[in-house]
């Protein structure tokens, strides 16, 4: 999780709720206070969350002389409370596949076209005589859409929580963040709909991307060439900013991820794993001056070598 918000970023009601546990610790490192502060001043709505989340906390919170063990229950009931109280995703948990944080999954479908799922992602399948339809609960897919072969055949589309997406051709990706969604076109063309204008398609093309959420679409943008890399359990990057890159590494691990800004703007050219997330930070730290340095689980933090 990084300071930036990204595709692979905790809810903010999850990372407040991991704050609140935090800070009730009684030996709560400086460092850990400091950026817990630090994530307060980054967005009005951190503090609103952690208050109303403290709120519950304070409401069933265990007496001093219990066991710290009964705070890893109470953040499963805060969790639970959060579940009723936010529309926590229990969508993802109920969905007909889901991935693990490292875990990449190739799928095969019914009509023969083919799914893959990156690292903490959940799908709905949805195939029928009237319908192929993929609905991506959370995460980032790679969708190979085999030939049409029959003249009646329904669309393919993957749908999000911000509208659709219908394949034109074979192969497309379809992200799904907290700002908003992404298609990114690596074959043929995606046609494009937000959810509230779901019959004003853009269509997208082979080598562009773009972003939408429910109300509007992006003008597409040239993708990456590199785009669908994390289908092979890698990262390739061409004079990336760091900050970009810390934010895509999030996806894979569960812990929070900080950059300084001025660490932030390094760039970097080469390949990371996705598979082994301490792997892709030790890359890094040997590529780049930098030094990344871990408080306890929970924070890592990743500054500007002097």
Not at 144 to 161: C, M, N, S
Not at 175 to 200: F, K, L, M, W
Not at 269 to 292: F, K, R, Y
Request: charged content about 20%; proline content about 6%; aromatic content about 8%.
């Amino acid at each position: 999780m990084t300071e930036t918000t990204g595709p692979n970023m905790l809810s903010l009601s999850e990372q407040a709720a991991e704050w609140v546990v935090c800070m009730s610790d009684e030996q709560i490192t400086p460092a850990q206070r400091a950026a817990f502060e630090a994530w307060l001043t980054k967005d009005p709505r951190h503090r609103e969350a952690y208050e109303e989340i403290e709120m519950l906390w304070k409401n069933t919170a265990p007496q001093k002389h219990q066991k710290r063990s009964s705070v890893t229950v109470l953040l499963g009931t805060v969790f639970l409370l959060l579940g009723c109280l936010y529309g926590f995703p229990f969508s993802v948990w109920l969905a007909d596949e889901r991935t693990g944080m490292t875990e990449i999954r190739r799928i095969t479908l019914p009509d023969g076209s083919h799914l893959t799922l990156d690292g903490n992602s959940a799908v709905d399948i949805v195939f029928d005589s009237s319908q192929r339809r993929i609905i991506l609960h959370r995460g980032r897919l790679l969708a190979e859409v085999a030939p049409v072969l029959l003249i009646k055949q329904p669309p393919f589309t993957v749908e999000t929580r911000d509208g659709t997406a219908e394949a034109l051709g074979t192969r497309y990706t379809v992200e799904q963040t907290d700002n908003g969604s992404i298609v990114t076109v690596t074959e043929s063309r995606v046609a494009v709909a937000s959810r509230t204008r779901p019959h004003q398609y853009t269509t997208v093309r082979d080598g562009q991307s773009i972003r939408f959420d429910g109300q509007q679409l992006q003008q597409p943008e040239t993708a990456s060439p590199f785009a669908a890399s994390w289908a092979q359990q890698r990262l390739v990057y061409q004079d990336t900013p760091l900050d970009t890159i810390i934010n895509d590494l999030g996806r894979y691990r569960n812990n929070y991820l900080s950059i300084h800004a001025q660490a932030a703007q390094l760039r970097f050219t080469g390949v990371l794993p996705t598979n082994d997330p301490e792997a892709a930070l030790s890359i890094l730290e040997n590529a780049l001056p930098i030094q990344v340095t871990r408080y306890g689980g929970w924070i890592i933090r990743i500054n500007k070598r002097p």
